[in-house]
């Protein structure tokens, strides 16, 4: 898809991958539509020409007031990015069910009602793209966050199943599945922290800027899944081949075997 001109919906835009996608998209000539809590946030990341819509993106007003401004701003939504998203660390046999409940909220339902708002207009223009991001952790399971997997594992089975919904109506999805990407995102977990030796691994992170490059460039060639990167094949590949010493593997940086 060519990127000049499109207006793009980017949601948890005001820090991380969803703030560099903003700039990223908008040196690509897109128009922009930026949703997160802090608006000052949206508008540093957005520029002066973006439309910035602050709230909490978990909560229905909040998802109708962004689509229904985009739509008064620029008439119509061409690329929406699922990003807004969180991490919940710790066993899943003992989560309180309301972080459990969370974190499915926003890192499923919560796509999918964005998804349900904008489709109908996409649909009656037969064209467009919904892009959702997920994470490694939704190719292969890191029982340090179980629940976190489970909510990307979900993520991505979507993703495939609204690309051959939407088919014949012009519209195409895609999943991104980043690795390690030095942001904010262990900080600001719902709740627990990574195991230290996972912490350590920030030498190895991507940055932002590279997170959100892939994702342009999957936008522009209609990619169907954005591993980034892309050594993150390695590792799935290593997990469907080898199941029993990967698993044995993240077992121990686990402290669990």
């Known amino acids: 898809m060519k990127i000049e001109g499109k207006v793009v919906l980017i949601t948890g835009a005001s820090q991380g991958i ?3 996608c903003a700039r990223e998209f908008a040196r690509a000539g897109a128009k922009l539509s930026l949703t997160a809590r802090s608006e000052e946030a949206l508008r540093a990341a957005g520029g002066a020409d973006a439309l910035a819509t602050a709230g909490d993106i978990t909560a229905e007003e909040t998802r109708r007031r962004v689509v229904e401004r ?6 119509a939504i061409d690329i929406l990015i699922n990003n807004a998203g969180a991490g919940l660390y710790g066993p899943s046999w003992s989560v309180p069910m309301e972080e459990a409940r969370a ?4 890192n499923f339902f919560t796509p ?3 998804a349900q708002l904008v489709a109908p207009h996409m649909r009656a223009r037969r064209s467009g793209m919904i892009v959702n991001v997920g994470s490694i952790a939704g190719k292969m399971t890191l029982p340090w966050m179980t629940l976190y997997s489970v909510s990307k594992y979900a993520l991505g089975s979507w993703t495939e199943g609204l690309r051959m919904e939407l088919h014949r109506d012009g519209i ?4 991104v599945c980043p690795g390690y990407v030095n942001t904010g995102f262990q900080k600001n977990a719902i709740a627990g922290e990574a195991p230290q030796s996972v912490q350590q691994a920030r030498s190895f992170a991507i940055g932002a800027g590279e997170c959100a490059s892939a994702i342009r ?5 209609d990619a169907r899944t954005v591993v980034t990167p892309a050594v993150g094949w390695v590792l799935i590949g290593l997990m469907r081949l080898f199941p029993g010493i990967v698993e044995g593997r993240m077992a121990r940086i686990n402290g669990t075997a």
């Open 18 to 20: 969803g703030a560099a």
């Open 103 to 106: 974190v499915m909220e926003l």
């Open 70 to 75: 985009t739509l008064e701003r620029f008439g």
């Open 217 to 221: 460039r999957g936008v522009e060639r």
């Open 172 to 175: 195409r999805t895609m999943i």
């Open 112 to 114: 999918l009602a964005m």
